[in-house]
């Protein structure tokens, strides 16, 4: 648990940041990569929403998940409104107990994001089979265990530029 | 690990339950506006022209790694090749001295048939550009757009085979949707028997639907395409036939495919012109007058 962890005192986070970190992620999605590492390679813009969203709430809302949302519809080729859709839902659902994620120590916050990025492609997955698409196959959830797994080393790298450095 | 959360005192815009609201009502209705109407292809066209420079400027690292990497080639695999090409050259030659032969000679027969004929002209060299991230979409984008005079439903072949059709044609871009993407059908002739068939995707492979259980189609049959709906010039490898199961009490077989071209594989595909027009359908035979009389005692029952 974190409260028998020392609280930091941070930097205030700055806007510019948390669009930097976007930008990194959307410039991530449109990389040539190969075909075959679509398939375990993590939603970057999905889990940078959850990042801010449990510890930025007053930054990143359930509107800024929606219009980073269409964003990410539109450079990955997907329909519109598809990620907007998932990405407003998971977001009101970290809203409802952000006090309590943020108490979370790492393994635990883990877990929750796992189960947030389940139901962001199970959305997504529903809105297209809805829509007249084919099932893809399990392996399309296999990329919320993968951003799981990243989740702690996000949170640290996230973290770094905000520590007092004074060595 | 709690920083910047500090709670909100006053009660600032809408409460989160009505903004989920929102937001979800007005992404369902660009969902099925998308899907349904492509009411947002305008948008699509405009976002796409601003993340071009972007997709460039991502892509750039990738290429310039690849023209490092051709550099660096050593001389006996280029001397290998060198010697593989020539022999496959003189093998094609034979054979292209046979097709020039052929092809005047079925030019021949076709204008005594006054039939319209398809002369071979260029296409537009395209690069994939992406693959959409999108694992339900069956689709690449690729660097022609409506600059190099592409238009929708121009059919898509790499050096060996059928790849899909142009569906989106925006500025810079265009999206090819390949033939194993679900609403994909080509119509296909089996190049031993001459059978007529569709060939749908299913999201990820091929197969032919709707074919009778006794038809004679077999393993390893190559479907090309029949040019016979106007949008595909004749005789481009579409497909070969893996397997056939003719499942009994079915009234049609299961023709499982497997495409011809690098359908996901590809870097470099050719985007085939536009055919000659086709003659104009026949005008369809007058609809017999319908017993009026007897629909409406049915409503009425």
């Known amino acids: 648990m974190s409260y028998d962890r020392p609280q930091e005192l941070l930097k205030p986070v700055k806007r510019r940041f948390i669009t930097l970190t976007f930008a990194l992620a959307l410039m991530m999605e449109l990389l040539p990569l190969p075909v075959g590492s679509t398939r375990w390679l993590p939603d970057f813009v999905g889990l940078l929403i959850l990042y801010w969203a449990i510890n930025q709430p007053r930054r990143i809302g359930i509107g800024m998940g929606f219009l980073i949302g269409l964003v990410v519809d539109v450079s990955t080729n997907s329909l519109f409104g598809q990620h907007a859709l998932a990405y407003s839902v998971t977001t009101y659902l970290v809203m409802l107990r952000q006090r309590q994620l943020v108490m979370f120590n790492l393994g635990q916050q883990a877990l929750v994001v796992l189960t947030l990025m389940l139901a962001n492609q199970l959305i997504m997955a529903l809105a297209r089979l809805a829509l007249g698409s084919a099932f893809v196959g399990a392996g399309y959830f296999l990329p919320p265990l993968m951003g799981a797994l990243l989740w702690p080393l996000l949170t640290k790298l996230l973290l770094l530029p905000y520590r007092h450095h004074t060595l | ?301």
Do not use: W
């Not at chain 2, 949008?231 to 397997?243: C, F, K, M, N, W």
């Not at chain 2, 595909?269 to 009026?292: D, E, N, W």
């Open chain 2, 1 to 301: 690990m709690n920083f910047a959360n500090t709670p909100r005192f006053s009660n600032q815009g809408l409460r989160p339950g009505s903004q989920l609201l929102l937001c979800t009502l007005t992404s369902l209705a660009l969902l099925v506006g998308d899907s349904q109407f492509g009411l947002m292809d305008r948008t699509r066209d405009a976002l796409s022209v601003v993340l071009y420079p972007i997709q460039r400027a991502v892509n750039m690292p990738m290429a310039a790694a690849a023209h490092i990497g051709e550099f660096f080639i050593t001389q006996t695999a280029l001397k290998q090749e060198n010697a593989a090409l020539r022999s496959r050259e003189l093998a094609q030659s034979a054979r292209l001295a046979r097709l020039t032969s052929l092809e005047q000679e079925v030019q021949q027969l076709k204008a005594l048939n006054s039939l319209r004929t398809d002369s071979l002209r260029a296409g537009q060299l395209g690069e994939v550009l992406y693959t959409a991230r999108d694992p339900f979409s069956y689709k690449i984008i690729i660097d022609k757009g409506l600059d190099a005079g592409l238009a929708a439903g121009l059919p898509v072949v790499d050096e060996r085979g059928l790849v899909g059709q142009v569906t989106r044609v925006q500025p810079l871009t265009a999206e090819v949707t390949l033939i194993i993407d679900k609403n994909q059908m080509v119509p296909v002739v089996n190049q031993r028997t001459g059978q007529r068939s569709l060939l749908y995707g299913y999201g990820g492979g091929v197969e032919v639907r709707y074919l009778p259980a006794a038809a004679d189609i077999q393993q390893g049959d190559l479907l090309v395409t029949s040019g016979i709906d106007g949008l595909y010039s004749e005789g481009i490898p579409v497909a070969r036939v893996t397997r056939v199961d003719r499942p009994a009490g079915a009234s049609f077989a299961r023709v499982l495919c497997q495409s011809i071209a690098g359908v996901q594989s590809s870097r470099y595909m050719l985007v085939l012109p536009p055919r000659a027009a086709m003659p104009p359908r026949p005008a369809p035979a007058p609809q017999p007058a319908k017993p009026k009389k007897k629909k409406d005692t049915e409503d009425e029952g």
